[in-house]
């Protein structure tokens, strides 16, 4: 509005004073100049292939089954430093199989039927797992009193007693006297009551994308891949090393999470972006506080999509790659127009305010400029020809 508001007061202006103060001006001349000036003086291009280039790049991203929340994350974006991933449903693929069922004072079924029972109204990936490899009908009329303790597992009554399952800390909790596994995986304990009853061993595969997604980043220029994880430290230390990660921090509850992010962030530098990429299990608070929350739009929750910038719809880690992609280019686009619309559109400018330009010129100034600025725009939306496009 000002913009405009200052362009007509100066358009009245050249048209009225020069045919004041100088003898012998004429004031038709200096009006068509004024009227050239308007012309000129209109922000179109500028105001129209801005937001249209932002609009190209998240177009090219939902076409790659990224779904981007807003032009400011695009922007964001392309100064990536710091990409912290969540473990479980973000680098693996959350989806655990039951590998061992090592049971004590019960027979191995009963171990998991009662730990399907007691994870029953849990989404956790774990539980899901285990309710699949029970794989019969649960009487949930069993259970009451659910409880779900974030990072460490769940607990309810069970034909009313007491039963808890999850991981070493909830059993320290709850002072049960647990066993150490001697396979590597993740362990669900189980006591019923004050005795333990075994555990289930159950494991997860890393996503076929994941290492070659965070090589490829660090070639993009991020500084630091970062994984956090509730899982215990040896799943934790075993998975960064077959996935070649720059930081480890294992056993978080929710809070340590917020906590370490809170860190990271005070590590970057002033134009470096903190990424956070999770499922929202157990970490939608950090989805929120990262200058960036990317979601798994598929196995996250509905708290991680609501919560998110970036919805992933796909999963997959090599997105992420994908997205700064596009993020770079629809930057430069949206730099080459604003550069092409205010630089024609000062040389015009001063040319019309001196008689130099016609209204032709005028014209080509901001129409011709816009529609420009508009067909470059449309690159932005072009999908194809990305680096580690698929
Ligand atoms: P991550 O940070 O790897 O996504 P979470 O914070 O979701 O992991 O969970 C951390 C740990 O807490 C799990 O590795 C598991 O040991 C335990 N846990 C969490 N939820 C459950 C559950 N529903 N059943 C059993 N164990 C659970
Ligand atoms: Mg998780």
């Keep these: 509005m000002m913009y405009i508001d200052l362009g007509i007061i100066i358009a009245i202006l050249i048209a009225v004073i020069p045919t004041i103060i100088i003898s012998g001006a004429v004031f038709s001349d200096w009006l068509y100049r004024s009227l050239v000036f308007l012309v000129i003086s209109c922000p179109c291009a500028l105001v129209i292939s801005v937001p249209l280039g932002f609009f190209g790049g998240i177009g090219a ?85 659910y409880k779900e303790i974030a990072g460490k597992g769940v607990s309810a009554f069970v034909d009313g007693k007491k039963v808890c399952a999850g991981n070493v800390s909830l059993m320290q909790d709850n002072g049960v006297e647990y066993l150490e596994p001697d396979h590597p995986g993740t362990a669900v304990h189980v006591s019923i009551g004050e005795e333990y009853v075994g555990y289930i061993l159950i494991s997860d595969e890393i996503k076929d994308d994941a290492a070659e997604s965070l090589k490829i980043l660090k070639s993009l220029g991020v500084k630091k891949n970062v994984m956090l994880t509730g899982d215990s430290k ?51 608070p950090v989805l929120s506080l990262a200058n960036i929350g990317i979601a798994m739009g598929g196995i996250g929750s509905d708290a991680a999509i609501e919560a998110a910038d970036i919805v992933l719809m796909d999963d997959k880690p090599l997105k992420i790659a994908v997205a700064i992609n596009i993020a ?28 130099m330009a016609n209204m032709w010129e005028a014209v080509f100034a901001d ?24």
């Design 61 to 145: 991203a939902s076409k790659k089954g990224i779904l981007v929340k807003g032009s400011n994350f695009l922007e964001a974006l392309s100064t990536a430093e710091i990409v912290v991933f969540d473990k479980t449903g973000t680098l693996t693929k959350g989806t655990f199989k039951v590998t061992e069922i090592h049971s004590k004072e019960i027979s191995s079924n009963e171990l998991l039927e009662i730990a399907a029972l007691v994870e029953s109204y849990s989404n956790h990936p774990i539980s899901l797992s285990l309710k699949k490899a029970f794989a019969k009908d649960i009487d949930i009329s069993r259970v009451s009193d």
């Design 234 to 284: 040896s799943v934790g230390e075993y998975t960064a090393s077959l996935l070649g990660l720059d930081e480890v921090h294992a056993e978080l509850l929710p809070a340590d999470k917020v906590a370490q992010i809170e860190r990271l962030n005070s590590e970057t530098s002033k134009k470096g972006k903190l990424v956070f990429v999770g499922d929202g299990i157990n970490d939608a």
């Design 328 to 355: 770079r280019r629809t930057l430069t686009i949206v730099k080459q127009n604003i550069a092409l619309a205010l630089g024609v559109k000062a040389v015009v400018l001063i040319m019309g305010a001196l008689g």
């Design 367 to 390: 129409v011709g400029v816009s529609v420009i600025a508009i067909l470059n725009s449309a690159r932005a939306l072009n999908a194809k020809n990305l680096p580690n496009n698929r």
